[in-house]
């Protein structure tokens, strides 16, 4: 028995020498995205960066996101889950080890050769260089400040720094940033929603459901239908601007936008002051006329195409601030943070009508707000034309 014992031992012993357990597996791989009509793009990934991959082996897989639009989105999904910010985004980038280490661009090949080399390195780092930005680099480990260096620095020079310094990172000074969209979100939406167009159609509607005797409890129903299909036919309207802006993101979405404000507000300041001004931001007549053929039908079928049609005719009258937030929302977020964002605005720029809602449906608060309405609209475009030019300087200056 202990001689057949020793002869399975034996065996066993035989087997493992000869077809030895594989350990883990240390397969690596690194994704390029890239244009292909880039010919920098091909002559970096084709030379230096192929033969940096293959000495560490890892495998260069590319995938080329103008001719394969399916490629476009996939990396804008690898851009979002990753959290990687619009302005440390580049044309050129690369996923290593599953986006454990990025390069955005054409960072120097000594800090890539480091990184792949290193075996304890933060959970996600971003090495960023973009031609005709100097020849250095800049590096991210998604905390504390992003730090630049020069070319020839090494990596160890921010791995050293960020490990001395990681406790004291509270919160990243980028998304720090992204939470001061709160406030001006929130303000301009709110001086968006005060404009004469939505409003005078609103109070004409309900002084005109006074008029045919509907009840108060109708009156509030079909008022609050009305804002309701406001609300979504905008929410909509920017939802698609804002899903086409990550098709061109970048610090001048933002820098448009505010420069499209200030424009919008200095024509609502110059309309108010000058009477005869060629340039009016509103509905057009031909509008007009088929807002009131379905207001007169005064059915709730008829107000929610009554509350459709405003929300895509008040666009040429209201849309300088929505340009200008979806501008800044396109540079500063990703796309479900703009969700985020475009859903509050949206809220804010219905929260006069609601207000209004609430007091007209005294008919006598009603007539005296429709009077004052017509009475001071020229002086209520000026006032908030002005702020609209202001809030768009200071967007202006902070996108900068």
Known sequence: MKFFLHIIILLITFTLSVFPVKAESTYRQAVVYYNKACDECSIYINGELQEILQANQVELVRKDYINQRENRTELNKMNDSLEVPLELQSHLVTFIDEGKIILQGEPPGHVVEDLLSFQELPEKILIYSEE??????????????????????????????????????????????????????????????????????????????????????????????????????????????????????GHWLGQLGAALLILFGITNLLGAIFPKFPMRLEVPEIGKEGLKNWMYRATLPATIVLGTLMGLESFPCSGGPYVAILGLLGSQTNFWEGFGYLALYNLMFITPLIVILILALNPVMGSKIQAWERASSHKVRGITGGVMALIGLVLLIWVL
């Open 132 to 249: 005709g930005e100097g020849d250095g680099y800049k590096a991210w480990a998604f905390a504390g400040p992003v730090q630049s260096y020069g070319a020839n620095e090494p990596i160890t020079t921010y791995l050293m720094w960020f490990q001395a310094n990681q406790a004291s990172f509270a919160n990243s000074s980028i998304a720090s940033t992204n939470r001061k969209l709160l406030p001006a979100v929130l303000l301009t939406g709110l001086v968006d929603g005060i404009n004469p167009c939505a409003m005078a159609i609103l109070l004409f509607f309900i002084t005109f459901l006074f008029t045919i005797r509907k009840r108060r409890t109708a009156i509030a129903r079909m008022g609050l239908v009305y804002i309701a299909c406001v609300y979504i036919v905008y929410f909509l309207v920017g939802l698609g601007l804002l899903r086409a802006t990550t098709l061109v993101q």
